[in-house]
C-alpha cells in the first residue's frame, strides 16, 4: 500500500463538497436523541457544552487538515503506514475499520428501533436493515463521486425540516435556562462528551482527503460543515430545553422527534409520522459514507475488491443488526461505540499530529 | 466484386437491369448522338422529370459535337454532379434519385442529382403543442429540416456532420452543433457513440436516441425529442448538441439533466415570471403526482393518525362501502386513467375526446355511485393524472406515471416507509445516472449555483449573462452585463 | 434480473405487516374517566366507526378496568372494529378521579407514539359519562368533538388557558409551578365550561369561579386581544357624568367592558426570599360598553376611569391570589420565576408546597384606555 494515493481528477470533487460530505456524516442517528442524554448529564445548561464541544471540533478538525496538509495526497491509513510501520499501521487501519463497523450498525439499529416505536410496532428488523442495506449498496455501486451526490442531495431533501421546529419554539419556556451556570464544570465537561458521541463521523475528513480537487480551499467547508453540525444541535438542545421541562426531558428518549409531535398542518394532522419516515433520509448519507469508507479501506489494506467487499459487507451488517432485539442491548452498543469513537477521533488525532512533528524534527537533525 | 466500367451497352443495360431486381422502374434510353451511343437511365419516380427534360436532355440532343464526360460536366446546367466507375455505386446513386448518363466506351458515368422526394410541407406541430410561440413542426424531410435550421441560425458557426448509419439499409444522420460553443467531448462522445452502431437499420431518431443513450435499464429519457425546431434550435444555441436522421420529423437533443425536461420553450416567450412561476408549477405537479396517491393509500392503510380530524368522516364514510383495500383500490382507479389516456391516443381525434369525457364523468361517478371507490381518491388521482400531463416531454410525462406503479405498491405494502425508501431509491437511481457521460441531476449535482437560472428558474434575460456551466461550453459568457444593461432611452435619468 | 424479481416478491409477501383500514377501525376521538363505586375506573369512548350501512359514524361505549389501556381492552369486546387511539384529541377526567392524581392515569398518553400531544385534557364536575353522552344540539358529529371545539374556540379567545396535553405535562414536570385545567359541567344536559381546576402537582384540588380564572390567567399569561368586564363603585365617576344626561349621576350600577385588552406582566421575586414577590401589570384595551353617562371628552374622566379600574383589579387579583394561597396551588410559578432568578434556597416540588401559604405578592397594575368605541 502507498502512503498517498494518485490523484485521479475524474474521481475527485470539489472541495466545497466537504461541507456536505462532514456535516452528513455527522448528522444522523445522533441527533434524535442527544438533547436528552445531554441534559442527563450538564442539566440545562447542557447548551454550553455544545458550544464547548463545538469549539472542540473545530480544533480537531484543524489538526486533521495540518495532518493531512503534511502529506501529499494521503489518508488516515497511508499516514498510519508510514508512521508505523507496515504491520502496526495496517492493524490500526483495521481498528478503523472495525470502528467504523460499530457505528453504521449502531446508526441502523437505532433508526430502526425509531421507526418501531413511533411508527410501525410490527415493522420487521430485518425488512428495514434491507430497505436500508439495499440503498446503501445501491448507491456506493456508483462510486464515489455517487456517493458524494447522495450526501448533498439528501441534504437538501431534509434541511426544511429544520425550519419545522418554529411551532415548539413558540412553546419554549425561557426561563428554563436561568440562571446559568448552574452546572459544575466536570459535568458540563462530561456533557461535552456526550456531544462527540453524537457528532461522530468526522474522521471522513481524513478518508476522503485524497479526493478533493482545490485542496487549499478545503479548510473552509470543513470547519463550516463542522460549525453546521454544532449549530443544529445547539438548535434542538436548546429548544429541547425550553420545550420540556428538564425532569421531563429525562424522561423522553428521542426527544428531538417527540419535538415534532406538536406540529400539524390542515392537511396532514401528524408530522411525527412524516418526520421519522423522513428521517430515513437524514441517515442514507450517514449509512452510505460509512459504507464507502470500510469498503475503501479495505481495498487499500488488504487490496480486498470492492464489490464482494460491498455484498459481504451488507451481509455481515444485515445479520449482525437483525440479532440482539432488546432496546438495552442497543444502548450498550451504542455507548461502547461513543466511546470508542471518542478516543479515536477526538483525542487520536492530536497522537498523530505530535508524531508527525516529531518526525520533522527528527528528519531536521538528521539533516543538519 | 464489383463491376467496372467501361463496358458494352447490352452489357452495361443488362447488368444495370440485374443489380436492380429487374425492377420494371429501371428506364433506359439509348440515344444514338453524332455516332455516340449515350445511355441515359434512372428510376422514373425518383427524378424531377421536367428538370430532366429541360436541362439535360434537350441539352444533349440538340448539341451538335460528340460528347464526352467532360464536356457533361461543362455544358449541363446541373450542379449535383459525380463521376462514378464501380456499377453498385452507380445503381445506389440512382436509388437515390440520380440519372446516369453513360456514353459507351467512357471509364466513368456521369451522374446528376435530380432528386424528386414526396414529402409533406411544413405544418403545425402535433405531439409538442404550444400556446404561445412558433407554431412550425420539423417534416420527414432531413433536407426541409436542415433548411429550417439554417434559417434560423444562419451562421458559418452551424456544423451538420454527415454520417451514415445501417449495414443494411443506410440512413443518413447529422449532428448539428455551434462549433464556437458546443463542448468537444459532447460532440466526440455523439459522434462516436454513432458511428460505432452495428445495426441493421435505424427506423427512427428515437430509435437511434435509444441505441445511444447511456443507461437502456431505466424509465427516465436521457435525451429529448422535438419536432419543434424551436426548442431544437434553443439547444442549439445554449450549446448543447443535436442529431438529425433523415426520414424522422423528430430530432434529438443531448447532454440532457432531469431539469431540462421540465423546460419548454414558451418559458422563454414569456415573460419571466410568468415563465418562472409556470415552471415551477411543473415540478411542483410532477412531485404531487408521484406523491399523493401513495400518501392516500398510506394513510388509509396503516396511518389513519395522519389524517386531519375534519377530513376523517367524510373519507370513512366513502370507504366504507369500497370492498378493496386502498392500494387495490387505488391501482385499479390508476390503471382506469391509463387505459384512457392509451385508448384516446389509439383513437382518432374526435372519438377521442368523446372517450375521455364517457371515461372521465360516467365512469368515474358510476365507480363512486356502485361503491366501487371513494370518491375522495377520484380527485386525487384525477388530479396527479393531470399533473403528470403537465410534463412538456411526453416521455418524461410517461416516465413520472410509471413511477406510481411501484410506488402504490409500496406504500400499501410498507405506508410512509414504503414511500420514503422509494423516493430514496428513486433519488440514488437519478443520482446514478448520466446524459452522453454527463451527470444527470445537474446543477443540483455536481451543485452549480449559477445554473439554477436557466434550468430550475427562468431569470430574466438581462441578469442570464452567463451559459451553462454544467454545459461545459467554450464560451461562458453571453454577453456582458453591465452593457447589456445600459439604455439609451431619452428619458432616462 | 430473474432471480432479484423473485427475490423481490418474496420480500413483499414475507415482510407484510399488519394493515389497519380505516374501515375496520374504532376510531377514538374523545375519552371520560370516572371513579366508579368499587374505586375502579369507568372509561367512556367516544370514537368513529365506518360501516356500509349505519348512516351515524360516531358511537359512544363505556367499560371498567384498572389502567386506561385496560378500558380500551374491556371496551373492545363491545365493538366489532379495532379500536385505536392515534386520534384522541380530548381527555375528560372526572373531579373525584382527579383527586387520586391524574398523572398514573396518563401514563399512556406520554409513553405510546400514537397519541397526539396536541390533545385538550379537561375536569368534569359531573361524571364524565354523562358529559360525553350528553346531548349535543350543535351540527357536530359527536358530542366529544363539541367540546373539544369549545375548548378550542375558548383557548383561542384567551376566556381559558392553553389545555393541551404538552403544557399540562409542562408545567406539571416544572419546579415551582402546578398545571391548571379547564373544568367542564352539565347545564341543562349541554356540556359548558364552568372555570377551571386547580391542581397540586397532578391533584385536583378545586374549582374557580370564572371571575377568577381570567385573573388566574391575568397573572399566568399575557393577553393580546382578550376582553374583561368589571363592577366600579356606583358612584366612582359621578363627578364626571354628562350634564345633558337624563339619568341621574352614580345612579346604577357602574359596569365597564374592556375589549382587545393587551397586557404584559413581570414578576420579581426578592431575592432568597421564594414567598416576597412583586407583580407590575401593564394593561392596555379598548373600551366598549360603559352602563353610565360618563363624558369620555374629558381626559380627567378617562384618568380617573382608569385609576378606578386599576383598583378594582388589584383588588381582584389579591383576592384570586388569596384563594391559590388557601388551596396551596401556585398555577402561576411564582416559584419557578424565583428559581430562574435565584441560586440559592431554590424551592423544590416539595419545599415550595409548604411555602405557599405565606406567599405575599404586591400588585402593581396600570391600565390604559386606548380607544372608546364610536361614541364619546
Not at chain 1, 252 to 271: D, G, N, Q
Not at chain 2, 74 to 103: F, L, R
Not at chain 2, 163 to 172: A, D, T, Y
Not at chain 2, 292 to 313: D, K
Request: one cysteine or more; hydrophobic letters at 45%.
Amino acid at each position: 500500500m502507498k502512503t498517498n494515493i494518485p490523484f485521479h481528477p475524474d474521481r475527485a470533487v470539489q472541495a466545497f463538497y466537504l461541507f456536505f460530505i462532514i456535516h452528513t456524516s455527522q448528522i444522523g442517528a445522533g441527533l434524535m436523541g442527544v438533547p436528552r442524554i445531554l441534559v442527563l448529564e450538564a442539566g440545562v445548561d447542557a447548551w454550553i457544552s455544545v458550544l464547548i464541544a463545538g469549539l472542540y471540533l473545530h480544533l480537531v478538525v484543524f489538526i486533521m487538515l495540518q495532518i493531512l496538509k503534511s502529506y501529499e495526497n494521503a489518508d488516515i491509513l497511508g499516514i498510519q503506514q508510514d508512521l508505523f510501520g507496515v504491520w502496526i499501521g495496517k492493524t490500526l487501519g483495521t481498528v478503523y475499520v472495525l470502528y467504523i463497523f460499530l457505528l453504521l450498525l449502531t446508526v441502523i439499529k437505532n433508526y430502526i428501533e425509531v421507526v418501531q416505536v413511533f411508527v410501525f410496532p410490527e415493522m420487521p428488523i430485518w425488512l428495514m436493515a434491507l430497505f436500508l442495506l439495499s440503498l446503501m449498496v445501491y448507491s456506493i455501486l456508483g462510486g464515489f463521486r455517487v456517493v458524494v451526490g447522495t450526501s448533498v442531495i439528501f441534504f437538501f431533501l431534509t434541511i426544511w425540516l429544520v425550519f419545522t421546529i418554529y411551532k415548539p419554539i413558540t412553546y419554549m419556556d425561557w426561563e428554563h435556562f436561568l440562571p446559568v451556570f448552574r452546572t459544575p464544570a466536570p459535568d458540563l465537561l462530561k456533557g461535552v462528551q456526550q456531544v462527540t458521541f453524537s457528532v461522530l463521523g468526522l474522521e471522513i475528513l481524513f478518508f476522503v482527503y485524497p479526493f478533493i480537487q482545490d485542496k487549499k480551499r478545503a479548510a473552509l467547508p470543513a470547519h463550516a460543515g463542522v460549525f453546521f453540525t454544532t449549530f443544529l444541535i445547539l438548535l434542538v438542545t436548546v429548544v429541547s430545553i425550553g420545550y420540556f421541562s428538564p425532569d421531563q426531558l429525562k424522561a423522553i428518549v428521542w426527544a428531538t422527534l417527540s419535538l415534532f409531535k406538536i406540529i400539524s398542518f390542515s392537511v396532514l394532522e401528524r408530522f411525527d409520522f412524516i418526520a421519522v419516515a423522513l428521517w430515513m433520509m437524514v441517515i442514507i448519507p450517514n449509512i452510505v459514507l460509512f459504507g464507502w469508507m470500510i469498503v475503501h479501506s479495505l481495498k487499500r489494506l488488504f487490496n480486498a475488491p470492492k464489490k464482494p467487499t460491498l455484498y459481504g459487507l451488507a451481509f455481515l451488517l444485515f445479520f449482525t443488526s437483525i440479532t440482539a432485539e432488546k432496546r438495552v442491548a442497543l444502548n450498550e452498543l451504542t455507548n461502547w461505540t461513543g466511546e470508542i469513537g471518542f478516543w479515536i477521533v477526538f483525542v487520536y488525532p492530536f497522537l498523530i499530529y505530535m508524531m508527525i512533528l516529531l518526525k520533522k524534527l527528527m528528519k531536521k537533525r538528521n539533516a543538519s | 466484386m464489383s463491376l467496372l466500367l467501361p463496358m458494352k451497352k447490352e452489357e452495361y443495360l443488362s447488368s444495370s437491369k440485374e443489380l436492380l431486381n429487374q425492377s420494371p422502374d429501371l428506364v433506359q434510353k439509348v440515344f444514338n448522338h453524332e455516332g455516340q451511343l449515350i445511355i441515359v437511365q434512372f428510376i422514373h419516380y425518383q427524378i424531377n422529370k421536367d428538370q430532366l427534360e429541360d436541362e439535360l436532355l434537350e441539352i444533349i440532343t440538340k448539341s451538335n459535337r460528340p460528347w464526352t464526360n467532360e464536356a457533361l460536366l461543362n455544358k449541363i446546367p446541373i450542379a449535383s454532379t459525380k463521376q462514378e466507375n464501380k456499377m453498385d455505386a452507380i445503381i445506389e446513386q440512382m436509388i437515390h434519385g440520380s440519372v446516369c448518363i453513360y456514353i459507351e466506351g467512357e471509364k466513368e458515368a456521369t451522374l446528376f442529382a435530380l432528386p424528386n422526394q414526396e414529402h409533406r410541407s411544413l405544418n403545425q406541430a402535433e405531439t409538442e403543442s404550444l400556446v404561445f410561440g412558433p407554431q412550425v413542426s420539423f417534416t420527414e424531410s432531413l433536407m426541409t429540416n436542415l433548411n429550417v435550421i439554417r434559417w434560423r441560425l444562419d451562421t458559418s458557426d452551424l456544423v451538420t456532420e454527415k454520417l451514415i448509419v445501417g449495414e443494411r439499409i443506410k440512413s443518413e444522420i447529422r449532428i448539428v452543433y455551434l462549433k464556437s460553443l458546443a463542448d468537444t467531448e459532447n460532440v466526440d462522445t455523439i459522434r462516436q457513440r454513432i458511428s460505432d452502431l452495428k445495426v441493421p437499420e435505424v427506423e427512427d431518431t428515437s430509435v437511434l436516441g435509444q441505441l445511444i443513450e447511456d443507461s437502456s435499464s431505466t424509465v427516465f429519457p436521457q435525451l429529448i425529442f422535438t419536432e419543434l425546431p424551436d426548442r431544437f434550435c434553443q439547444a442549439i444555441v445554449k450549446g448543447r448538441v443535436g442529431v438529425m436522421v433523415d426520414k424522422s420529423p423528430t430530432m434529438l437533443i443531448g447532454p440532457m439533466n432531469l431539469f431540462s425536461f421540465f423546460e419548454s420553450t414558451e418559458d422563454l416567450y414569456m415573460r419571466w415570471n410568468m415563465g418562472s412561476f409556470i415552471r415551477l408549477l411543473r415540478f411542483i405537479s410532477m412531485a404531487l403526482s408521484i406523491i399523493l396517491t401513495p400518501m392516500y393509500v398510506a394513510a388509509l392503510t396503516f396511518h389513519y393518525e395522519i389524517i386531519p380530524s375534519t377530513l376523517l368522516v367524510s373519507l370513512g364514510q366513502s370507504r366504507s362501502t369500497v370492498p378493496f383495500p386502498p392500494v387495490l383500490e387505488a391501482l385499479l382507479l390508476e390503471m382506469l386513467i391509463e387505459l384512457l389516456r392509451e385508448a384516446g391516443a389509439r383513437l382518432p381525434t374526435k372519438v377521442g375526446q368523446t372517450m375521455g369525457i364517457v371515461g372521465g364523468i360516467v365512469l368515474g361517478q358510476a365507480a363512486v355511485e356502485a361503491g366501487f371507490t371513494s370518491n375522495i381518491l377520484i380527485i386525487i388521482i384525477a388530479l396527479s393524472a393531470l399533473a403528470s400531463f403537465t410534463a412538456p416531454s411526453y416521455l418524461m410525462g410517461t416516465a413520472v406515471r410509471i413511477i406510481r406503479f411501484p410506488m402504490i405498491l409500496l406504500a400499501g405494502a410498507w405506508g410512509i416507509i414504503g414511500i420514503v425508501f422509494a423516493l430514496s431509491f428513486l433519488v440514488i437511481h437519478l443520482l446514478k445516472q448520466k446524459s452522453l457521460g454527463r451527470p444527470y441531476l445537474s446543477p443540483i449535482y455536481p451543485l452549480q449555483w449559477g445554473d439554477f437560472n436557466e434550468s430550475i428558474f427562468r431569470v430574466p434575460f438581462q441578469k442570464n449573462a452567463e451559459r451553462s456551466k454544467s454545459l461545459m461550453t467554450k464560451d461562458r459568457s453571453r454577453y456582458n452585463e453591465s452593457k447589456a444593461a445600459e439604455r439609451n432611452d431619452v428619458d432616462r435619468l | 434480473m430473474k432471480w432479484s424479481s423473485i427475490l423481490i416478491i418474496v420480500f413483499i409477501l414475507a415482510g407484510c405487516i399488519p394493515k389497519s383500514y380505516i374501515e375496520t377501525l374504532g376510531i377514538i376521538t374523545a375519552v371520560g374517566y370516572d371513579l366508579t363505586e368499587d374505586q375502579r375506573i369507568r372509561g367512556t369512548l367516544v370514537m368513529y366507526q365506518f360501516d356500509t350501512a349505519e348512516a351515524s359514524t360516531s358511537q359512544v361505549v363505556t367499560g371498567e378496568a384498572d389502567t386506561s389501556k385496560g378500558i380500551r381492552f374491556a371496551t373492545s369486546r363491545l365493538t366489532s372494529h379495532q379500536l385505536v387511539s392515534g386520534q384522541v384529541r380530548l381527555e375528560i377526567f372526572e373531579s373525584e378521579l382527579a383527586k387520586r392524581g391524574m398523572m398514573k392515569y396518563m401514563d399512556t398518553l406520554q409513553r405510546d407514539a400514537a397519541i397526539s400531544d396536541m390533545g385538550f385534557l379537561a375536569t368534569s364536575e359531573v361524571p364524565s359519562e354523562d358529559l360525553l353522552k350528553s346531548g349535543n344540539d350543535e351540527d357536530r358529529p359527536n358530542t366529544g368533538n363539541y367540546i373539544q371545539e369549545l375548548i378550542k374556540k375558548s383557548i383561542n379567545e384567551e376566556a381559558i388557558p392553553n389545555a393541551v396535553l404538552t403544557s399540562f405535562l409542562h408545567d406539571y414536570y416544572d419546579a415551582g409551578k402546578d398545571p391548571i385545567l379547564p373544568s367542564l359541567t352539565l347545564d341543562e344536559d349541554k356540556a359548558v365550561i364552568n372555570g377551571i381546576s386547580l391542581f397540586q402537582d397532578d391533584r385536583y384540588v378545586h374549582t374557580t369561579s370564572h371571575e377568577n380564572t381570567f385573573y388566574i390567567m391575568l397573572m399566568k399569561q399575557e393577553f393580546e386581544h382578550g376582553q374583561f368586564q368589571i363592577q366600579l363603585a356606583d358612584d366612582a365617576l359621578k363627578k364626571y357624568h354628562k350634564k345633558e344626561s337624563i339619568d341621574k349621576p352614580g345612579d346604577g350600577a357602574l359596569h365597564v367592558s374592556i375589549h382587545e385588552l393587551n397586557t404584559e406582566h413581570d414578576i420579581h421575586p426578592s431575592k432568597g426570599d421564594p414567598t416576597n414577590q412583586s407583580f407590575t401589570l401593564k394593561m392596555e384595551g379598548r373600551l366598549l360598553e360603559i352602563t353610565q353617562d360618563i363624558d369620555l371628552k374629558n381626559k380627567e374622566a378617562v384618568e380617573a376611569l382608569e385609576k378606578q379600574v386599576e383598583k378594582e383589579v388589584k383588588e381582584h387579583l389579591q383576592e384570586t391570589l388569596q384563594i391559590l394561597i388557601e388551596h396551596q396551588v401556585d398555577p402561576v410559578g411564582f416559584g419557578a420565576k424565583y428559581n430562574a432568578q435565584n441560586r440559592t434556597n431554590r424551592v423544590t416540588k416539595e419545599n415550595w408546597r409548604e411555602q405557599i401559604p405565606s406567599l405575599q405578592v404586591d400588585f402593581d397594575v396600570s391600565f390604559k384606555l386606548l380607544r372608546y368605541g364610536i361614541s364619546e
